[in-house]
């Protein structure tokens, strides 16, 4: 299909720009721009909203657990399974059916953890401070490789960590390790309860996901949040694949609700890449109907009968080209509402409905192996977590601080930040919390509160937790920290304002130790991975625009989706590499400069997707397709090698205008940050000359 504008004009060809400089290049967003301010610290998170959900089961997870091991084994011990019970709060979004496994894992990961720190306990104070180090470690590296969501590895380290002041000695860990077990199995089963009332639910809720995040991207279109909206939507149709696949069971996918939901998922898959298409042409705002039957179209999966009527998309299409972007869009976007509307007990007759082409059971054994290559950021995160957490609980205990694994806990939960900024945010917010949630604890314990009141406000606040800690982690840390108190107390009672002053020495230390391994430890890591983001996506871009244009190449359904799924787990990890990068201060000085061949980068990588989406693709002639081909090499080794390319004459390709357009897009913007990286070397070289000169002045001088 040739790109024939966004518009139903019947005269010549309009790209969008004059009829001799071609189309017009839409505007490039504003860069990300991490910083550490008062509404960093204290604001709400944008597009976040309030976890109810998830604090309800929390709260319920932990006082049925804490609340059991109290009153049939030992209060001091219920310690244990309330946070064992914090597996509730991982794979929310997952199918039941995968959930139940991964939990397990989740679960298994928490007895080994209590099972590690209560042996290491039992030998010496330090070998439980190795042993909190090497848990908060190992659990980085593993959540990391299998894409666990958020917690990640903040309760395997927190329920290691108080496993190593339970009281007990060797003959004790196998209790330990079995009461932690039983707190993990009620928080599966309180995760698993949905399953009664929605089976299906996670999986509609992915496609609706993707579907709202789509009618997000439609209302940016000729925005200056273009650029942001559109990665948003990639991330969110990459989500819904994962979920779907993971759902697609031997009794289930082969039902007619198993179909309908793949024909919906391929649907929104094919209306990102034409509003891609879309977006790369039209340089003014689209209808805000088109973006509102995209909302309308979310709430239909789940209930065919709120589909939206077509009628409002035939009128948009109205005097446009039958073959134009912006009516093919259209086009896609009723055909989805009339699978939509099928009842999910109707067999489906759409070839979309067809199985997916990919394994349902990711392969973990080949993910930890890949999280180990030198591309991987997850080894040096890993690392970085397991030196700085050791380094802060050993330097607690050399200091003789009572509550040292305190240190290494907060430690822990500050580095979750990620990059240097994050980690400060974290940082500050961790310190300011704590202090504002000692009060409110102290304050509490001072009534000598009965076990059972403990039991009932440390689930209360536990759930008010996770009610916020998506939104701000400040206000979270003040809810946190009461329900640690809490806990603590329960298992070794220890004098209050002891206990609330250890807190507060010890927050403040494990934050100073946090922030300095994100500053010492492999600070560069993220900047200096960042030309092989890069690389990658255009490698796959390259793979996707050779495949379209040569005429001797079959692109069927297994290879489609196959360079699809690559593509857009190469484009998510530019994004979230370089957003790592530019935060990792002050590298990020050398970072700022290369947001627009990020930018162009992911164009490119966003139009190969969409030519792969084409029914009908155009070929080329062979020359055509080598000097394609050999513009995209030469990038590549220009990224590789950080210098300005060298691509001579582009092929026009007539019916890509803007693949060409943004080839020649990174082209400049690559000349661009080679120039500024030169004259910043050339600046501090002048700098340092100088500074050289002053010292060897002051040194003639002082001989004089």
Request: charged content about 20%; overall charge positive.
């Amino acid at each position: 299909m040739r790109d024939l504008g966004t518009t139903g004009d019947t005269g010549p060809m309009d790209l969008g720009g004059s009829r001799s400089r071609g189309p017009t290049r839409v505007t490039v967003a504003q860069r990300p721009r991490p910083r550490v301010d008062l509404a960093a610290v204290f604001g709400l998170t944008p597009g976040s909203t309030w976890a109810w959900a998830t604090g309800i089961r929390a709260a319920v997870a932990m006082i049925v657990s804490f609340g059991i091991t109290a009153w049939v084994i030992d209060p001091k011990l219920a310690t244990l399974a309330a946070l064992g019970s914090m597996t509730v709060l991982y794979e929310k979004k997952t199918p039941y059916a995968y959930r139940s496994a991964a939990l397990a894992l989740v679960g298994l990961g928490f007895v080994l953890a209590v099972a590690i720190g209560s042996l290491a306990s039992a030998l010496a104070p330090w070998a439980a401070v190795f042993s909190i180090g090497l848990t908060a470690g190992i659990a980085t590296w593993v959540c990391a490789a299998w894409r666990v969501d958020k917690p990640g590895p903040m309760f395997f380290v927190l329920v290691g960590t108080i496993s190593t002041i339970v009281p007990g000695g060797f003959i004790d860990v196998p209790l330990h390790a079995g009461v932690a077990a039983l707190g993990a199995a009620v928080g599966w089963t309180v995760s698993m309860s949905g399953v009664v009332v929605g089976p299906r639910k996670p999986e509609y809720e992915a496609v609706a996901r993707a579907f709202h995040q789509l009618a997000s991207l439609l209302r940016e279109v000729g925005g200056s949040d273009l650029d942001h909206a559109q990665h948003r939507a990639s991330v969110a149709v990459a989500d819904a694949w994962r979920i779907v696949l993971l759902a697609q069971t031997r009794g289930y996918r082969g039902t007619p609700e198993a179909a309908r939901l793949r024909s919906l998922l391929r649907w929104v898959s094919d209306i990102h890449l034409a509003t891609t298409q879309v977006c790369m042409a039209r340089t003014t705002p689209m209808p805000a109907r088109a973006a509102d039957f995209a909302d309308q179209m979310a709430r239909a999966v789940a209930s065919p009968s709120q589909v939206p009527d077509p009628t409002v998309l035939h009128e948009l299409r109205r005097g446009m080209r039958p073959r134009s972007l912006e009516s093919r869009l259209y086009g896609l976007l009723s055909r989805a509402a009339s699978t939509a509307r099928r009842p999910a007990s109707e067999e489906a007759e759409d070839s979309r409905s067809g199985t997916l082409h990919e394994e349902r059971h990711p392969a973990l054994m080949g993910a930890l192996r890949s999280s180990l290559s030198g591309q991987s950021l997850i080894l040096p995160t890993a690392l970085r977590m397991w030196i700085t957490v050791t380094a802060a609980g050993a330097f607690g205990l050399w200091m003789g601080l009572d509550h040292y694994y305190w240190v290494a806990l907060t430690a822990t939960t500050v580095l979750q930040g990620g990059s240097v900024v994050l980690t400060m945010n974290r940082s500050i917010q961790r310190s300011l919390g704590t202090l504002l949630g000692v009060v409110l604890g102290a304050l509490l314990l001072t009534q000598e509160i009965d076990l059972w009141t403990v039991v009932v406000l440390a689930g209360m606040f536990q759930g008010l937790t996770q009610l916020v800690v998506g939104r701000n982690f400040f206000y979270a840390s003040v809810l946190l920290t009461p329900m640690a108190l809490l806990l603590s107390y329960t298992a070794v009672p220890y004098p209050i304002i002891d206990l609330a002053q250890s807190r507060l020495i010890d927050t403040v230390v494990g934050s100073l130790f946090g922030m300095a391994g994100a500053l010492l430890l492999w600070r560069k890591a993220s900047a200096t991975r960042l030309p092989q983001a890069i690389i990658a996506v255009l490698d796959t871009a390259r793979a996707g625009v050779l495949a379209v244009l040569d005429q001797d190449v079959y692109v069927g359904p297994e290879l489609r989706h196959r360079l699809r799924r690559d593509m857009r787990a190469a484009l998510v990890n530019l994004r979230e590499v370089y957003d790592s990068a530019l935060g990792d201060a002050p590298r990020a000085a050398s970072t700022r400069p290369l947001w627009p061949v990020v930018v162009a980068t992911q164009r490119t990588g966003y139009l190969a997707l969409s030519a792969l989406a084409l029914d009908d693709p155009e070929p080329v002639g062979t020359i055509t397709l080598q000097r394609v081909d050999l513009a995209f090499i030469e990038l590549m080794t220009s990224v590789a090698e950080q210098r300005t390319p060298r691509l001579g004459a582009l092929p026009r390709l007539p019916s890509y205008p803007r693949i060409h357009m943004e080839l020649r897009a990174l082209s400049s913007a690559m000349a661009t940050a080679v120039a500024q990286d030169q004259l910043a070397a050339e600046q501090e070289a002048q700098r340092r000359a100088q500074r050289e000169q002053r010292r060897a002045q002051r040194d003639e001088d002082a001989d004089l």
